[in-house]
Nanobody
Framework: QVQLVESGGGLVQPGDSLTLACATSGFPIDNYWLFWFRQAPGQGLELVSYMTSIDTHTFYSDAVRGRFNISKDSATRTLYLQMNDLKPQDTGLYIC????????RGQGTQVTVSS
């Protein structure tokens, strides 16, 4: 059974850092591109970052490039998103997925950036 379970969200102040984790099971993590999306209240899914499978190239949206870093630990089958210098506009439900449309995904972890 394919599972993706996010954790690490919380309420932080502008300028703070957070690291999100996505624990996976039921599929070979190294064979899939892995994605982080976010969804602000009342908005659709926004692609934040992804990592390709074999060569582990990374992509970041313009909104987060230079502040966020995606990584994975194949031994523990965990995907990470290190988020630095957080801004109020980073607020949202952060979701990891193994497909580019966000259909095969976890339940998400809430990140709220507020002073």
């Amino acid at each position: 059974q394919v599972q993706l379970v996010e954790s690490g969200g919380g309420l932080v102040q502008p300028g703070d850092s957070l690291t999100l984790a996505c624990a996976t099971s039921g599929f070979p993590i190294d064979n899939y591109w892995l994605f982080w999306f976010r969804q602000a209240p009342g908005q659709g899914l926004e692609l934040v970052s992804y990592m390709t499978s074999i060569d582990t190239h990374t992509f970041y949206s313009d909104a987060v490039r230079g502040r966020f870093n995606i990584s994975k630990d194949s031994a523990t089958r965990t995907l990470y998103l290190q988020m630095n210098d957080l801004k109020p506009q980073d607020t949202g439900l952060y979701i990891c997925a193994r497909d580019q449309h966000g259909n095969e995904r976890g339940q998400g972890t809430q990140v709220t950036v507020s002073s």
